[in-house]
C-alpha cells in the first residue's frame, strides 16, 4: 500500500491549506480514512476522519468548524481542508486508513505512516 501526503507549507495565522492524500495498493473506498497530526514531544492526533463512502466525519474538538475532511473514492484520495489556521495546528500530517465505518475514532489500519507533510503555521 502507499499514502502520499501533499499540500503543507508555511501559512500565517488565519490563512488556509489543503492537503491531499494519495492512497493505492488497497481497495480505497471500503475503508474510513483518517488525518494524524504529530508535533515533537507529543504523541500522534487523530484530527479527523471520514467514512468509507464519505456520508458521516467526526473532528477533534480543536478542530471543528475550521477543518473539512472529504475523499473522492474515484480518484482514490482523501482531503483536509484547514482554515482559519492557528499557530497550535502546527504538525506533521498524515493520513491513514480506519479500520471499520462503525468506529471513526478507532486505531489505525497501516502501522506505517509514510512521510507526512510538515505544516507550519507562523506570521
Known amino acids: 500500500f502507499q499514502l502520499v501526503v501533499t499540500g503543507g507549507g508555511l501559512v500565517q495565522p488565519g490563512g488556509s491549506l489543503r492537503l491531499s492524500c494519495a492512497a493505492s495498493?488497497?481497495?480505497?473506498?471500503?475503508?474510513?480514512m483518517s488525518w494524524y497530526r504529530h508535533t515533537p514531544g507529543k504523541e500522534r492526533e487523530l484530527v479527523a476522519s471520514?467514512?468509507?463512502?464519505?456520508?458521516?466525519?467526526r473532528y477533534t474538538e480543536s478542530v471543528k468548524g475550521r477543518f473539512t475532511i472529504y475523499r473522492d473514492n474515484a480518484n482514490k484520495r482523501v482531503y483536509l481542508q484547514m482554515n482559519s489556521l492557528k499557530p497550535e495546528d502546527t504538525a506533521v500530517y498524515y493520513c491513514?486508513?480506519?479500520?471499520?465505518?462503525?468506529?471513526?475514532?478507532?486505531?489505525?489500519?497501516?502501522?506505517?505512516w509514510g512521510q507526512g507533510t510538515q505544516v507550519t503555521v507562523s506570521s
Open positions: 491513514n486508513a480506519g479500520l471499520t465505518d462503525y468506529d471513526l475514532w478507532g486505531p489505525p489500519h497501516f502501522r506505517s
Open positions: 495498493g488497497f481497495p480505497f473506498g471500503g475503508y474510513p
Open positions: 471520514i467514512s468509507s463512502t464519505g456520508g458521516a466525519t
